[in-house]
């Protein structure tokens, strides 16, 4: 060591407390088996008997999808003509802001409800202008059926059911209940009228006492003759859900399916969004919105979800 060099002071350690470090190891355990038990009291954990990962399915190859996709082929201009009629709609749709600068309108750029939703959603109240248009999950969709009560259909009531909505969706409903759809009393699902519109967006998850067993088992089979009915986030007959969406564990488009390979009750496929998204030649009529400046910014890929049916 060199002349006047210090030293440097011995740095003390603390010494290992076993007992302290058991401790210390308890009290994450615990910390983590209240989170747990936490969880299970609020119904966020499922148990299952054996492990499982959820995979996306290759529908591509299977003969019930590709004999369903013949079907939806031979139907192209059934919805090709539907876009068409529609048309007489576009020019006050085109008043729609690309991003609304108050929260109650609709907008074009939003990641909920995408844009040939939107379209149908607001030409089908248009169209149809039915006495009640009821919605399971509020949003945009609440958004964009108020504007089309607002510019085609001002005697139309809307109904809001969604126990967790947007604050902002209050307002602009004329009747809401703030209750899960599976506590809503029977009564209310008797007074549905071929008048009516119903469209159905909720927890998506096939549950014993859940709100997609409830409607596929006890509501849509009691529906009336010819009242129009729509169910979001349905990607059949393409393809599953998609591979980002995994950890959701959605299944109501296996209902969805299962209900149509058993002929659907003679419900009428009236537009299937996702099919009409994903092929030009078919949503062909929609062109004069996707060049309008509010529209065309926001549009990026062409998308819809919601599945619109006819009872039969």
């Not at 148990?47 to 959820?54: A, I, V």
């Not at 969709?141 to 967790?164: N, V």
């Not at 947007?166 to 307002?171: G, K, M, S, Y």
């Not at 699902?189 to 469209?199: E, M, Q």
């Amino acid at each position: 060591m060199e002349d006047g060099e210090q030293v440097p002071a011995k740095i003390a350690e603390e010494p290992y407390d076993e007992v302290k470090a058991v401790r210390a190891e308890l009290d994450t355990a615990y910390r983590f088996i209240d989170g747990i038990t936490a969880k299970i009291k609020e119904g966020k954990i499922v148990e299952f008997e054996y492990g499982h990962l959820t995979k996306k399915r290759n529908y591509a190859n299977l003969p019930n999808i590709k004999r369903d996709l013949e079907w939806f082929e031979g139907h192209e201009q059934k919805y090709f003509r539907m876009l068409l009629d529609f048309s007489p709609y576009f020019s006050l749709a085109m008043e729609i802001e690309d991003q609304a600068d108050i929260s109650t309108n609709p907008s074009w750029r939003n990641p909920w409800f995408p844009f040939v939703d939107a379209i149908s959603t607001y030409c089908l109240i248009a169209a149809n202008k039915p006495k009640r248009y009821i919605e399971v999950g509020s949003g945009f969709s609440t958004k964009f059926a108020r504007r089309a009560i607002k510019d085609f259909s001002p005697d139309t009531k809307l109904i809001s059911i969604d126990p967790y909505p947007r604050d902002e969706i209050n307002e602009i409903c004329d009747e809401v209940m703030r209750f899960p759809f599976q506590d809503v009393d029977r009564s209310f699902f008797d007074g549905f009228t071929a008048d009516d519109i119903f469209f159905f967006d909720s927890s998506h998850r096939v549950d014993q006492g859940g709100d997609v067993a409830v409607f596929f088992g006890e509501i849509l089979p009691n529906l009336p003759k010819g009242m129009l009915y729509g169910i979001h986030d349905i990607f059949y007959p393409d393809e599953d859900y998609p591979e980002s969406w995994l950890p959701r564990h959605y299944s109501e488009q296996y209902m969805l399916m299962a209900y149509l390979s058993g002929g659907g009750g003679g419900d009428e496929i009236v537009f299937p969004a996702y099919y009409v998204s994903q092929r030009p030649r078919v949503y062909e009529p929609l062109q004069p919105l996707l060049q309008h400046d509010n529209i065309k910014p926001a549009t990026g890929r062409i998308l819809g979800q919601s599945f619109w049916m006819r009872k039969g």
